[in-house]
Nanobody, 121 residues
Framework: QVQLVESGGGLVQTGGSLRLSCAASGSTFRINDMGWYRQAPGKQRELVAFISKDGNTNYADSAKGRFTISRDNAKNTVDLQMNSLKPEDTAVYYC???????????????WGQGTQVTVSS
């Protein structure tokens, strides 16, 4: 199994920046996609950005031009650099990883515990 631990959330003013980090640990054959999701109060969890093991990225429209996702395959980490933050970015941010336990396994999903990001106006 893969365990994910996030860090880097906090309180920031509108227009500020935060960097979220997520470290994966555990024995597994391969970690494929890694990504960040968020959930605001009263709303469903939504994709923010993900990155494949080959470095291909995909962003939600709300994140394009402001957020940058990156990963280090050697360290099994994924980061989310968030710039020009807005109050509507306030949410709990969750790290996600899709991994294969063995070479013949289908993808499993793992989630971090979440980290709070609050953007004040």
């Amino acid at each position: 199994q893969v365990q994910l631990v996030e860090s880097g959330g906090g309180l920031v003013q509108t227009g500020g920046s935060l960097r979220l980090s997520c470290a994966a640990s555990g024995s597994t054959f391969r970690i494929n996609d890694m990504g960040w999701y968020r959930q605001a109060p009263g709303k469903q969890r939504e994709l923010v950005a993900f990155i494949s093991k080959d470095g291909n990225t995909n962003y939600a429209d709300s994140a394009k031009g402001r957020f940058t996702i990156s990963r280090d395959n050697a360290k099994n980490t994924v980061d989310l650099q968030m710039n020009s933050l807005k109050p509507e970015d306030t949410a709990v941010y969750y790290c996600n990883a899709r991994y294969q336990q063995y070479y013949y396994s289908i993808d499993n999903n793992s989630w971090g515990q979440g980290t709070q990001v609050t953007v004040s106006s």
